[in-house]
T-cell receptor
Framework: AQSVSQHNHHVILSEAASLELGCNYS??????LFWYVQYPGQHLQLLLK??????LVKGIKGFEAEFIKSKFSFNLRKPSVQWSDTAEYFC??????????FGAGTRLTVKP | NAGVMQNPRHLVRRRGQEARLRCSPM?????VYWYRQLPEEGLKFMVY????????ESGMPKERFSAEFPKEGPSILRIQQVVRGDSAAYFC????????????FGEGSRLTVL
C-alpha cells in the first residue's frame, strides 16, 4: 500500500546534538515532499518543501532535508538542536497530483 | 498561522450526541482539507472539499461522519452519535488550489467524548 513512513516515533537528544529524522515513502512517479512541525499546543506549520531541483533543501530554523530518489527518502537534518526544537515533526508527500498524505510523526524532545 | 480559523478549540460531548466542528479557510482559499490526529498515529486524511463540492472523502468513516463546505460560511465536519473512539484532535487545512504545495493549518479542534 502507498504510505509515508517515519520510523522514529520518539527521539530524545541533548542540546547541540545532531538530528536526523527518517522519512520514506512508497509512491512512484512525481512527488512533492514536505516537512511540517507542530510545536506544543500550536498548529502545524511548514518547515521546508521539495518540488524539484537541488535535492538538498534548506528550511527555516537551520533545518534541511535531502531527497534521495533511489531510496524513496526525504530525511530531515539539523546539525545542532536547541531546546526550542522540541516538537512533533511530520513528513508529508503529495504524489502524482493526489492529495497530501502524512507520516505518523516523530516526537522530538531536546533536553536542556 | 492565524489565517485558518477553527472552532470550537475544545468540545466535550457525551456518547450519542452530535459534534460539529467548523473551519474558516484563509482568505482567498477555496480548498479545505480535514485531518484527524490520534495519539501515536499522526495525521490521517479524512476529506478534501472545494466550495460546494466533496472532492475526495476516501478517509472518512462510512457512517456517522459527514463534511460540507457551502458557498457561504465555513466548512463543517459533522460527527453524529459520537463514540469514545471519536475523541481526537481534528485539524483543518486550506490551500489556494489542489496540490499547490503548502497547506495552511488551523489550530485544531479537540473533541473529547465522555
Amino acid at each position: 500500500a502507498q504510505s509515508v513512513s517515519q520510523h522514529n516515533h520518539h527521539v530524545i537528544l541533548s542540546e547541540a546534538a545532531s538530528l536526523e529524522l527518517g522519512c520514506n515513502y512508497s509512491y512512484g512517479g512525481t512527488v512533492n515532499l514536505f516537512w511540517y512541525v507542530q510545536y506544543p499546543g500550536q498548529h502545524l506549520q511548514l518547515l521546508l518543501k521539495y518540488f524539484s531541483g537541488d535535492p538538498l533543501v534548506k528550511g527555516i530554523k537551520g533545518f534541511e532535508a535531502e531527497f534521495i530518489k533511489s531510496k524513496f527518502s526525504f530525511n530531515l537534518r539539523k546539525p545542532s538542536v536547541q531546546w526550542s526544537d522540541t516538537a512533533e515533526y511530520f513528513c508529508a508527500v503529495n504524489a502524482n497530483n493526489n492529495d497530501m498524505r502524512f507520516g505518523a510523526g516523530t516526537r522530538l524532545t531536546v533536553k536542556p | 498561522n492565524a489565517g485558518v480559523m477553527q472552532n470550537p478549540r475544545h468540545l466535550v460531548r457525551r456518547r450519542g450526541q452530535e459534534a460539529r466542528l467548523r473551519c474558516s479557510p484563509m482568505k482567498g482559499h477555496s480548498h479545505v482539507y480535514w485531518y484527524r490526529q490520534l495519539p501515536e498515529e499522526g495525521l490521517k486524511f479524512m476529506v478534501y472539499l472545494q466550495k460546494e463540492n466533496i472532492i475526495d472523502e476516501s478517509g472518512m468513516p462510512k457512517e456517522r461522519f459527514s463534511a460540507e463546505f457551502p458557498k457561504e460560511g465555513p466548512s463543517i465536519l459533522r460527527i453524529q452519535q459520537v463514540v469514545r473512539g471519536d475523541s481526537a484532535a481534528y485539524f483543518c487545512a486550506s490551500a489556494a488550489g489542489r496540490n499547490t504545495g503548502e497547506l495552511f493549518f488551523g489550530e485544531g479542534s479537540r473533541l473529547t467524548v465522555l
